[in-house]
């Protein structure tokens, strides 16, 4: 069956270190992958969006990699903040039309 | 911030009622979609419209209906709302393969 995993666990970071999240999926072949940001009890922000043929993306201080071989995803924030505590989702565009999301994995930056 | 929203925000309601969830965008955007989230979960698509007068139903079985008369509007709506029905239902349209979600519907049904 068709699965997007991301680590359930949080992921605790010091603020000022790199924060790497993973997405792997598996049955797909995305043309594009976006992350997005949820903060509790709103929808998701969109954040970057990289394409099949592409290995990699920046946007300030985030990073976006992605391995079609590997089927999986990293999407990295650099010197963190306690403002980049969220939720961040990774989904996957299959056709140009649906969109599939995974269960995100929750960034906690401490001070 | 995205120009797309959603009412209401909140809604407690009793069981056999109907309910309409509605959401509206700004954008011109031809595809709009619905997801049913709850809490730590992922995003489950029930509905989706390519344009006016385009719905399909998601990959999640849903008894809700859409409908699609005006590109700006996509409501939503459940005849008769069920204690199962609980959740976040987010409205969501794109463009150029980036969503735009509104800030969704807490429903609870009792």
């Known amino acids: 069956s068709q699965k997007i995993e991301q680590n359930s666990e949080a992921l605790n970071i010091q603020e000022g270190k790199t924060a790497t999240l993973t997405c792997n999926y598996t049955n797909y072949s995305p043309a594009y992958l976006q992350w997005y940001r949820q903060d509790p009890g709103r929808g998701p922000v969109f954040l970057l969006l990289?394409?099949?043929?592409?290995k990699e993306k920046r946007k300030e201080r985030l990073k976006v990699t992605f391995d079609t071989t590997l089927k999986q995803s990293l999407f990295h924030i650099t010197a963190s903040q306690p403002a980049d505590s969220a939720t961040y989702l990774c989904a996957l565009t299959v056709n140009f039309n649906k969109f599939y999301f995974g269960s995100g994995t929750k960034l906690n930056v401490k001070p | 911030e995205a120009d797309i929203y959603q009412t209401p925000r909140y809604l407690v309601i009793g069981t056999g009622k109907k309910i309409t969830l509605e959401c509206s965008q700004t954008m011109g955007h031809d595809k709009m979609y619905w997801y049913q989230q709850d809490p730590g979960m992922e995003l489950h698509l029930i509905h989706y419209s390519y344009g006016v007068n385009s719905t399909e139903k998601g990959d999640l079985s849903s008894e809700s209906t859409v409908s699609r008369i005006r590109t700006e509007h996509f409501p939503l709506t459940l005849e008769s709302a069920r204690p199962s029905h609980t959740s976040q239902y987010l409205c969501?349209?794109?463009?150029?393969?980036?969503?735009?979600f509104g800030p969704g519907t807490r429903l609870t049904v009792l």
């Open positions: 990289i394409r099949e043929n592409e």
């Open positions: 969501a349209s794109s463009h150029n393969n980036e969503q735009f």
